[in-house]
């Protein structure tokens, strides 16, 4: 397997895990917090996607698709079209909802961008530098684990709180 097969088949993983987290859902329970100031699985799935979107448009100098293919005006969310969930307050938290469709409507988007633009990356290519905001600056290569990685923890913790939600509703 060459570094793009790797890449494709690592961010197939995090679709999968999304589609398990969120489908057959309503949106009150994708919404539902397990405490609070919990995220909800609408908050994680919304931000993860965001997160890819943004920082794959970043590294390959393309286009968020939140914005380009009109998923912004879809989600209607009262924030900056700028905003990936990253520092958010409890109250914005709470204002993602969403219906399943929706989500995974833009997650799929994303993940079929995400998808043609890796599956061209060469090794050369992980070495070229995407960020010079950090010391040392980022590389393409650290920027996509680092984007897996998140992802990937998202979806866990998706999978999770689906879990106490669907134990709660059967109690």
Do not use: C
Not at 10 to 39: M, Y
Not at 109 to 130: C, F, I, P, Q, S
Request: aromatic share 8%; no cysteine.
């Amino acid at each position: 397997m060459n570094s793009s097969g790797l890449l494709v088949d690592s961010f197939g993983r995090v679709k999968e895990a999304v589609h398990e987290a969120v489908e057959g859902l309503t949106e009150d329970e994708l919404a539902a917090r397990i405490d609070p100031d919990a995220n909800s699985v609408a908050w994680l799935v919304w931000h993860l996607t965001r997160i890819q979107d943004d920082h794959l448009a970043g590294a390959f100098d393309t286009a968020q698709l939140w914005v380009s293919d009109g998923w912004e005006t879809r989600f209607g969310l009262p924030f900056s079209r700028r905003a990936t969930g990253y520092g958010q307050t409890s109250a914005q938290v709470g204002a993602v909802r969403a219906s399943a469709e929706l989500l995974l409507g833009y997650h799929d988007a994303v993940h079929a961008r995400t998808v043609e633009l890796v599956g061209t990356v060469t090794n050369a290519d992980l070495g070229r530098v995407v960020d010079t905001s950090w010391d040392p600056p980022v590389t393409l290569g650290v920027r996509l684990i680092s984007v897996i990685a998140d992802d990937l923890q998202h979806a866990g913790q998706a999978a999770f709180v689906r879990g106490v939600v669907e134990r709660r509703a059967s109690a």
